[in-house]
């Protein structure tokens, strides 16, 4: 097996799976390729010299990585043809995914896309399982696995669900529409269109690097519910994990800086808050002074909760809905908000959550009749633990910068503030997220006249590029491990 052979020999399955995969399509749909294929004689004495440079690139990446090369570069020109030939399939198969409303509280509808999207990966080999969410009202989590011959695995995590419902879908007239290089609707960025990468970069490994493709066992996991509170996903992808599982990588979207493409190598943890008043009521007119104003006091509160927020730590505490109070001829008796804070690490995120739950107890509003004070009530309602920098994400990382440099895609990392399925898995296997393609305006509907504003979309021409960036790094990933 692959594995436990030299990289010569991955080299040649590599190239000469390729040739025979092309043979195949070319006698099967009468395709073209630019590509100039020898036969594998003439490629086992490129191949020497080819080996010879991997282990001089190797050093100089070491050093500071500047032209590692995995593979010559007819294959990368193949590979990206390869998968320029697969798009018109990879689009409709999106098309069709957009078309399926997968709103959390749709749990049909999400059921029905677990279902195609299992249809759609099964003549890869991926046999499906179907697990029925911790919280009876969600949909069921997708999980499909292909065995392979080594003791190797590599794990892939998506979703299934968007954040949008199907009125709204309707109000705003929300659907699959392609615009130049822009396909809106919604899930085409977050996360349809990474699902499609996967399919593409699996794809691509199975028909021109077969030899890897059958020695790795591939599991991947669908969240059915990763816009709600979901911390049963991460059971769920920890408890199907093999032992020798080399990475998790999460196909949510691209970020951009410019021509930078950016992995995500860290999220910000979140917890949710309650913060509950519990005052006195009585009559505006007649018994104000007899009143302790849970309103009055949950505004003094809040503003303490808003003093939290810490920019140059990355903490950030947001107020986001307040309640409370009846008619206007009561003293209110109870007032309510609701919030929640962010940090990168455990540290800051364990000072923002002291500093909430250091709010608790009396309160300075009181009665002036006979000094019956408010009472302060802080619950934290869920918390999703710190993504924060580390050691197995950052080697990880360094596949992909490489595989960068290698096909002249400018790549960079980023930490990102939202919370994705990695939150949940960077702790039990190395993990690098942002490896779906680039669009923008997710979790927007919205369109209006003046173009202020735009739904989500996902970017045509970022799917090839970025499906070869990750096949490459793949390559390399398990290239390192032989
Ligand atoms: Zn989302």
């Known amino acids: 097996m692959f594995l436990t052979r030299k990289v010569h020999d991955l080299l040649n399955d590599f190239r000469c799976g390729h040739q025979a995969k092309l043979t195949r399509i070319e006698g099967a749909r009468k395709l073209k390729y630019r590509g100039n294929f020898r ?22 990446v070491d050093r500071g990585m500047e032209s590692a090369s995995l593979v010559p570069v007819q294959q990368v020109e193949s590979l990206k043809e390869f998968l320029s030939f697969r798009m018109p399939e990879a689009l409709e198969m999106l098309r069709q995914m957009v078309g399926i409303n997968s709103y959390t ?3 049909e509808g999400v059921n ?55 009125e709204e879908e309707a109000r705003n007239n929300f659907h699959w529409q392609a ?24 794809s691509a490994l199975r028909a021109q690097a077969q030899e890897v493709f059958d020695a790795i066992t591939w599991k991947l996991f669908w969240n059915s519910s990763e ?9 769920l992808c920890r408890s199907r994990f093999d032992r020798d599982t080399l990475a998790a990588l999460v196909f949510e979207a691209e970020g951009r800086l410019g021509e930078e493409h950016l992995m995500v190598v860290a999220r910000k943890g979140r917890g949710t808050w309650r913060v509950k008043v519990a005052g006195r009521g009585s009559h505006a007119g007649g018994k104000h002074n007899h009143g302790a104003n849970a309103i009055v006091q949950l505004a003094h509160t809040l503003k303490r909760i808003a003093a939290l927020t810490y920019y140059s730590q990355d903490l950030t505490v947001n107020v986001g809905s307040v309640a409370g109070g009846t008619v206007s001829n009561r003293v209110p008796h109870e007032a309510v908000a609701e919030g929640e804070f962010r940090a990168f690490t455990p540290e800051v995120y364990a000072r923002g959550k002291a500093g909430l739950l250091a709010l608790a107890g009396r309160g300075e509003v009181r009665s002036l009749a006979d000094g019956y004070a408010c009472e302060v009530t802080v619950e934290i309602l869920d918390e999703t633990p710190a993504w924060p920098r580390n050691r197995g994400t950052e080697r990880l990382y360094e596949y992909w910068e490489q595989a960068g440099v290698e096909l002249g895609i400018s790549v960079s990392s980023q930490e990102r503030g939202g919370l994705s399925d990695g939150n949940l898995i960077w702790d039990a296997v190395p993990t690098l997220d942002g490896l779906g393609p680039w669009g923008d305006n997710d979790h927007c509907s919205e369109r209006s006249a003046d173009g202020l504003k735009v739904p989500e979309f996902v970017e045509v021409s970022s799917f090839v590029p970025k499906a070869a960036l990750n096949t490459v790094a793949i390559l390399r990933l398990c290239r390192e491990v032989s």
């Open 105 to 107: 509280g749709n749990r």
């Open 179 to 202: 615009e130049g290089d822009r396909l809106y609707g919604p899930g085409t960025q977050d996360i349809k269109g990474g699902t499609v990468m996967m399919w593409l970069v699996l």
């Open 39 to 60: 036969d594998c004689q003439e490629d086992r004495e490129d191949r020497d010299q080819t080996v010879a440079g991997n282990r001089l690139t190797s050093a100089k």
């Open 112 to 166: 029905r896309l677990g279902h195609f999207t299992a249809e759609c990966f099964a003549p890869l080999g991926f046999s499906a399982e179907f697990v029925a969410s911790a919280n009876p009202e969600y949909p069921e989590h997708l999980a499909l696995t292909r065995r392979g011959r080594s003791g190797k695995s590599i794990a892939m995590v998506s979703h299934l669900d968007t954040v949008f419902p199907p």
């Open 227 to 235: 816009e709600r509170f979901s911390p049963d996903f991460g059971e």
